[in-house]
């Protein structure tokens, strides 16, 4: 038993859309234009800026994927380039980072799903959360379903996301067209707003790039992609700009009916602007965002799930974890994101989960641009499928680096320092866990109950996809 490859460039597509467009757009405009200090024609070149810079950051983080062609590919990559302490700095990163925008996501939808019952007031907390860890849970178990099940529910979701962005974008151009005084005052005089600081710009920038940070789902899956060497870049390349245009004519379809203020106030952007056109059409658009955000939580589940089963294989986690059921899943992988993001819920300050996961993803980023130039150094005989251009590297580095450090350096807060504890603690749990036993009696026993549980075994070949010697790697990827 192991990783079905059974994602071919179509499917890879659907999976880059369904992973990014998600909460993002219907969360993030609300940051964007609230740090752009409600300049419009800011807010706007920042989300176009943020296509460009993910596109760069993800076509480098595309070599990743294509040279270990694995599941959960940006650990073994670091693991191997910067070392295990490294690597299980990334885990404990990720595995609070994955929580945060599952309950991101989780509160939106149940917000979203809540919010028509609610007409003119903004809807109780309570039923919000209890609503998100319900949804939370189905998804867990149509994971465990497999990948295959997974994926076509990707595609009638993604349908349905596509076609209520089509409508909102639509709509906004029609409204423009029109040439009604009230929908396009905003744009007129959108020079003459006043211009945010260095630190607001960075902070508006961690905002949007939120909407994009589901890109990197193929590297995650790159062991059940078909021929990953030409499919992730190829999917990339389509999918991101696809992605970019949607977002953009959303934005200005929602400063075509809402003024700023509006925007930053509102819970649901979406449902307030329906509200302002077209009132009866609330059901219709709630239930399509919640589509959009239910597919987005899905491709979260895959990608968190995959980096701890591979983490799992590497000896930096229990061995349950990369044990896989009778649909090849890793259902223990799941339940630990799950139960995790259970957790996180409690919290539902939206613009703070975003800013938190925005920093940590970004350091991350940063990370393995380092480890793909020391590989490049180390290993210049390593066979690529995709190799970068060295200045889409650097770029992405001095992107994390100004993403980062100009809210540290202009705006120190003491949240920040928390982060920076927080994410150096890793490196002090990976210590404890160096000199702990993993393998006492009393954890063997516990892991073969919880194998008997949930009814799963190791895979059938553990070094699947790892093997980088020239023949191996060109079996895996053609």
């Known amino acids: 038993m192991q990783l079905l490859r059974a994602i071919g460039l179509f499917r890879g597509n659907i999976l880059i859309l369904s992973a990014t467009i998600g909460a993002g757009i219907f969360v993030s405009p609300k940051g964007v234009l609230k740090y752009s200090s409600l300049n419009v024609a800011v807010s706007l070149s920042i989300w176009a800026a943020c296509a460009v810079l993910t596109l760069i950051s993800a076509l480098s983080h595309a070599e990743l994927g294509t040279t270990f062609p694995i599941s959960g590919a940006q650990y073994y990559f670091l693991k191997r380039s910067l070392g295990s302490s490294i690597a299980f700095l990334n885990l404990w990163i990720k595995l609070f980072t994955h929580p945060l925008r599952l309950a991101t996501e989780s509160l939106l939808l149940s917000t979203y799903t809540i919010q028509p019952f609610y007409a003119g007031c903004p809807a109780p907390e309570l039923p919000k959360r209890c609503l998100a860890l319900a949804v939370l849970w189905s998804l867990g178990l149509l994971n465990a379903r497999g990948v295959q099940t997974v994926a076509w529910l990707q595609a009638v979701s993604t349908l349905a996301k596509m076609t209520v962005l089509c409508f909102i974008c639509l709509a906004g151009i029609v409204l423009l067209g029109t040439g009604e005084k009230e929908n396009v005052a905003r744009f007129e005089n959108a020079l003459d707003a006043e211009l945010p600081d260095v630190s607001q710009v960075a902070e508006a920038f961690l905002q949007g ?54 925007i930053i106030s509102a819970d649901a952007v979406a449902l307030t602007w ?12 709630s239930f399509g965002i919640s589509t959009s955000v239910f597919s987005s939580m899905c491709c979260t589940v895959l990608s968190a799930s995959r980096m701890i089963y591979t983490a799992s294989q590497e000896g930096q986690l229990p061995l349950i974890f990369s044990m896989l059921n009778n649909h090849s899943c890793p259902t223990m992988a799941v339940s ?105 009696v009393c954890f063997v026993k516990i892991t073969c109950y919880l194998q008997l549980l949930f009814n799963v075994s190791p895979p059938e070949d553990h070094n699947e996809g790892i093997s980088t010697e020239k023949n191996d790697l060109k079996e895996i990827i053609l």
């Not at 990953?228 to 992605?243: A, D, E, R, Y």
């Open 336 to 440: 630990q994101i799950i139960i995790l993001t259970s957790i996180v819920i409690i919290t539902s300050d939206l613009i703070n989960l975003i800013r938190y996961s925005g920093l940590a993803l970004w350091f991350l980023r940063g990370l393995h641009m380092i480890g793909l130039l020391k590989l490049r150094y180390q290993e210049p005989n390593l066979p690529r499928p995709y190799k970068v251009p060295l200045p889409f590297i650097f770029g992405s580095i001095a992107i994390s680096l100004f993403l980062i450090l100009t809210p540290l350096i202009k705006t120190p807060k003491m949240e920040h320092v928390y982060g920076l504890i927080f994410i150096f603690s890793g490196l002090l749990c990976y210590w404890i866990h160096v000199h702990l036993n993993q393998h006492s």
């Open 209 to 262: 790039l939120f909407a994009y940070s589901g890109t990197s789902i193929l590297n995650s899956m790159a062991g059940e992609i078909k021929n990953p060497g030409k499919n992730i870049p190829k999917s990339l390349i389509t999918g991101i700009p696809m992605v970019a245009v949607v977002y953009l004519l959303a934005n200005v379809s929602y400063l075509a009916v809402l003024t700023p203020k509006e």
């Open 274 to 285: 329906t509200d302002k056109i077209i009132p009866s059409m609330q059901w219709v658009i």
